[in-house]
T-cell receptor, first 114, second 111 residues
Framework: DTGVSQDPRHKITKRGQNVTFRCDPI?????LYWYRQTLGQGPEFLTY????????KSRLLSDRFSAERPKGSFSTLEIQRTEQGDSAMYLC????????????FGPGTRLTVT | TQLLEQSPQFLSIQEGENLTVYCNSS?????LQWYRQEPGEGPVLLVT?????EVKKLKRLTFQFGDARKDSSLHITAAQPGDTGLYLC???????????FGDGTTLTVKP
């Protein structure tokens, strides 16, 4: 049974650099979500795809953030010109078709911007 | 904006004790999920409740969805050190896509 996978698990980068994270959802799930989580907080919604269409994007997501899901399979999240405030755990989740909205999370990518 | 408030924020108990944590909102949700998260890992889905008044049991864990579908509780009987973790609730609405998460209850069960 293959769950949601994320790569890399950890990323340390210098301020101003660009970073890209990858998420591979559970294969039969058509919905894919990106969240950001900081210490002591719950996951904060960033963006959501249904198949290859990006249906919603949080106002918290600045122009430096972009996400894609080509062909409705894996997804990438890119952060350009990273800032120290971008340091967080970036979580990806997928969900099957339906109205229960159960989400299955990957292990996350821990980003540290120095 | 839909908000979920979880209480207490922190809870430390001895092994064998019972506990209840709460998830409250002023908004109605179509469904509500509970997750458990360990440090450095992603949340793991425990249960989904969708009907007002619904009660679900998962071994020593009992989940209840409020009649008005605005709140939920998680009760753990005879807590064990393996129950230690961050318990998150998340609410979703039909056609909304995303889920709204609370900030969680950090539970520590001491042996």
């Amino acid at each position: 049974d293959t769950g949601v996978s994320q790569d890399p698990r950890h990323k340390i980068t210098k301020r101003g650099q660009n970073v890209t994270f990858r998420c591979d959802p559970i294969s039969e799930h058509n919905r894919l979500y990106w969240y950001r989580q900081t210490l002591g907080q719950g996951p904060e919604f960033l963006t959501y795809f249904q198949n290859e269409a990006q249906l919603e994007k949080s106002r918290l997501l600045s122009d430096r953030f972009s996400a894609e899901r080509p062909k409705g399979s894996f997804s990438t999240l890119e952060i350009q010109r990273t800032e120290q405030g971008d340091s967080a755990m970036y979580l990806c989740a997928s969900s099957p078709t339906g109205t229960r909205y159960e989400q299955y999370f990957g292990p996350g990518t821990r980003l540290t911007v120095t | 904006t839909q908000l979920l408030e979880q209480s207490p924020q922190f809870l430390s108990i001895q092994e064998g004790e019972n506990l209840t944590v709460y998830c409250n909102s002023s908004s109605v949700f179509s469904s509500l999920q509970w997750y458990r998260q360990e440090p450095g890992e992603g949340p793991v889905l425990l249960v989904t409740v969708v009907t007002g008044g619904e009660v679900k049991k998962l071994k020593r864990l009992t989940f209840q969805f409020g009649d008005a579908r605005k709140d939920s509780s998680l009760h753990i009987t005879a807590a064990q050190p393996g129950d230690t973790g961050l318990y998150l609730c998340a609410g979703a609405n039909t056609n909304a896509g995303k889920s709204t998460f609370g900030d969680g209850t950090t539970l520590t069960v001491k042996p």
